[in-house]
């Protein structure tokens, strides 16, 4: 037992480490900057809209319209029926994709001059608003890596799937979009090699540290969605106060009060909460207790206010999303041509986390939010998650609590700011914009009834565990760069 807690402790310190260390003789970020521009440019790539009708291997089921792939694989667009009594709409239809693999968002890790670094890869997705990304080591569905595409094998793949001996420090099962997807997870894994273990770094990789990969989150659509969902996981402890303080000395010459600073306290500090971690958990388990979510599979051709034809499938009033179909050549992937159906914003959405001093230290509104592909009612969510632009005053089926508060912040609340883009491999050139904003003394801490107040520490609790922390909170979770 005291074994397993050093353990666990070492490997908190070791991920700390290596947020607090920007600098990188292998890669430092100036050179990182040149060197993803010069992989954007290096790149043969062309995206071009089709017909349904002509995407290769892709079909439309005649009885239920259903758009799948002919291998039985990959995923589908199929319709649901969706009945609630959570907000003010209790009946739609919707597309939604269903992919019921789980697939792997794996990164290497290796400690390298003593500071755990992480082997990322500048990948294309035929989504990406900007072609290249940052991305995990393996980013691979069960169909890819079992090659139904008949492509090469993903590389470093047997890092991950059992083939060659590694030490696991983090590995969780976590959702996708659920107003996209139908009860989607993906596995998110972090291993780690040894110091002396040789690994061919190959073209398109490299090795970056926790804090480089953070701070490249304040570029807009540089980091990817995958690898935001895989370092939001990583955990780095909890300690007393006096350590806290002394780890903030270290990294800023004493400088207590800086914002990096205030949130590593949040992020560390386990004492100065508002709420129980007990306290949460009866608050969640009372908000999936009054909310009812029945999901029912109907064929895509039956769903109501959508248009169907072989251009693309919408919405009659143009909002939400549409499906298109695309052909796709890419120069560098397992497989460098194909064509597949993604899913298109009608406009880009927000995504914002409301911060408070309470107690001392920097709390987060968390809402829990209810989204028709969710797999147990409800998610924590950030504080406004409006990801089509519903937000948008006369053209919303609800009202977006907070909204006011965060379309009209001023200069000085705006601790983080950045546009970020969906997954690149089922969503088309989608961003949202992603911010913190702090309120003053004067914003109540009592909330209504589906919001509730926490700290980083408390939220890292939850993040461990399957289905509590949707995908847009885990991706501004991620952007907490402490230095």
């Known amino acids: 037992m005291i074994g397993s807690i050093m353990e666990t402790h070492k490997k908190h310190i070791a991920f700390l480490k290596s947020a607090l260390t920007l600098e990188n003789t292998l890669m430092p970020t100036e050179r990182f900057l040149s060197w993803i521009h010069e992989k954007n440019n290096q790149v043969k790539v062309d995206i071009q809209q089709i017909h349904f009708s002509k995407m290769r291997g892709w079909l439309a089921d005649p009885s239920t319209g259903n758009l799948v792939h002919d291998s039985g694989r990959f995923f589908s667009i199929e319709g649901i029926r969706v009945h ?118 190959v073209d398109n990789f490299c090795w970056l540290t926790l804090a480089q990969i953070k701070s490249f989150l304040r570029y807009s659509n540089l980091v990817n969605m995958d690898t935001r969902t895989v370092i939001s996981g990583i955990p780095f402890g909890e300690y007393p106060p006096d350590v806290i303080d002394f780890y903030a000395s270290l990294k800023s010459g004493g400088l ?5 600073n205030e949130l590593l306290i949040s992020m560390l500090d386990n004492q100065r909460h508002k709420h129980t971690v007990d306290d949460i958990i009866s608050w969640i388990t009372r908000q999936k207790s009054m909310y009812d979510l029945e999901i029912k599979r109907i064929p895509l051709n039956s769903v109501k206010n959508w248009i169907i034809n072989d251009d693309e499938i919408y919405h009659q009033q143009r909002k939400y999303f549409s499906v298109i179909g695309v052909q796709v050549e890419i120069g560098n ?36 939010k209810l989204e028709a592909g969710n797999f147990d009612i409800i998610e924590l969510a950030p504080t406004v998650q409006c990801l089509t ?11 977006v609590q907070f909204l006011d508060e965060v379309l009209n912040a001023k200069p000085q609340q705006i601790w983080y700011s950045s546009y970020q883009s969906e997954e690149g491999g089922r969503f088309f050139r989608e961003q949202n914009k992603n911010l913190i904003i702090e309120v003053d003394e004067f914003f109540p801490e009592e909330v209504p009834e589906n919001f509730i107040w926490m700290t980083l520490n408390q939220i890292q609790v939850f993040i461990k565990y399957n289905n509590y922390l949707n995908i847009a909170a885990r991706s501004l979770i991620a952007a907490v760069s402490f230095v």
Not at 256 to 260: P, V
């Open 256 to 260: 207590i009060g800086t914002r990096e």
């Open 333 to 368: 992937r397992e497989v460098q041509s194909w064509d597949q159906p993604l899913m298109k914003a009608a406009q880009e959405g927000i995504i914002a986390f409301i911060i408070k001093k309470i107690n001392g230290i920097y709390h987060f509104l968390v809402q829990a």
């Open 84 to 201: 609630t009594n959570w907000g003010k709409v209790a009946e739609w239809e919707q597309p939604i994709i269903n992919q019921p693999e789980v697939g792997f968002l794996g990164i290497i890790s290796k400690k390298i001059n003593g500071i755990l670094h992480f082997l990322m890869q500048a990948k294309i997705e035929p989504g990406n608003i900007n072609l290249v990304q940052l991305s995990p080591t393996l980013q691979a569905t069960r169909s890819n890596y079992t090659r139904i595409h008949k492509g090469k094998k993903p590389l470093y793949l047997e890092y991950f799937n059992g083939e060659k001996p590694v030490k696991i420090l983090l590995d969780q099962l976590q959702s996708e979009q659920g107003a996209r997807f139908l009860r989607k997870r993906n596995r998110n894994i972090i291993v780690e090699i040894g110091e002396e273990e040789p690994i061919e770094v």
């Open 389 to 399: 632009g519903n937000y948008r005053r006369g053209q919303n089926e609800y009202d």
